[in-house]
Nanobody, 128 residues
Framework: QGQLAESGGGLVQSGGSLSLSCAASGFGFHYYALGWFRQAPGQEREGVSCISSIDGTTYYTDSVKGRFTASRDNAKKQAFLQMNSLQPEDTAIYYC?????????????????????WGQGEQVTVSS
């Protein structure tokens, strides 16, 4: 059974950086697209980034463009989300998720129904 596990979250001051990791096990990671999502208190879950398994094409939601960078290492079965210039509004639980589509839909790369495997979440808190 496939599993994902996030790590690297924590508390950081506004303007700081954090790097999240997502370790995969139990499934063919290199075949899956990898999405990052977040959910702030009292808010709906939102998609942050998606990176394709096929050609590494990456999508970012507008609010993180230029600040966040998603990457993956298929050989190590890991994905990463480098987060720079963090702001208090980035405070949320961050999840990685894997989609057997293998690619990020240009129509809706963050449709949660397309992601079969989810991590447990990692808290990121940005203080002002």
């Amino acid at each position: 059974q496939g599993q994902l596990a996030e790590s690297g979250g924590g508390l950081v001051q506004s303007g700081g950086s954090l790097s999240l990791s997502c370790a995969a096990s139990g499934f063919g990671f290199h075949y899956y697209a990898l999405g990052w999502f977040r959910q702030a208190p009292g808010q709906e879950r939102e998609g942050v980034s998606c990176i394709s398994s096929i050609d590494g094409t990456t999508y970012y939601t507008d609010s993180v463009k230029g600040r966040f960078t998603a990457s993956r290492d298929n050989a190590k079965k890991q994905a990463f989300l480098q987060m720079n210039s963090l702001q208090p509004e980035d405070t949320a639980i961050y999840y990685c998720a894997a989609s057997s589509l293998g690619y990020c839909s240009s129509h809706d790369p963050y449709d949660p129904q397309e992601y079969e495997i989810w991590g447990q979440g990692e808290q990121v808190t940005v203080s002002s």
